[in-house]
């Protein structure tokens, strides 16, 4: 199993930023995606930005030109820079790794870390 450790959420007015961290650990063999989704109230889970081993990355149109997803590789750990923050960006923000093992696609999700924009 790969444990997936959020953080970085919080409460900031609108216009301001957030930085989230989602550090992985256990039993991980080569991590290929790590990314964000989130849901609110109500919402399905949706996909906020996803980045590959490769650095191939996926933005939804919501988060183009205000997020900015990253990580390092060597420790397992995904980042996403948030700016100006919008009320209607509150949500719970999950981790999301893939890893391939043995021809089987395992996926694990964090607890989920809380962002709220007040406005």
């Known amino acids: 199993q790969v444990q997936l450790v959020e953080s970085g959420g919080g409460l900031v007015q609108a216009g301001g930023s957030l930085r989230l961290s989602c550090a992985a650990s256990?039993?991980?063999?080569?991590?290929?995606?790590m990314g964000w989704y989130r849901q609110a109230p109500g919402n399905q889970r949706e996909l906020v930005a996803t980045?590959?081993?490769?650095?191939?990355?996926m933005y939804a149109d919501s988060a183009k030109g205000r997020f900015t997803i990253s990580r390092d590789n060597a420790k397992n750990t995904v980042y996403l820079q948030m700016n100006s923050l919008k009320p209607e960006d509150t949500a719970v923000y999950y981790c999301?790794?893939?890893?391939?093992?043995?021809?089987?696609?395992?996926?694990?999700w964090g607890q989920g870390t809380q962002v709220t924009v007040s406005s």
């Open positions: 999301n790794a893939e890893q391939r093992v043995a021809g089987i696609n395992e996926v694990y």
């Open positions: 256990g039993r991980i063999f080569m991590i290929n995606a």
């Open positions: 980045l590959t081993r490769s650095k191939s990355t």
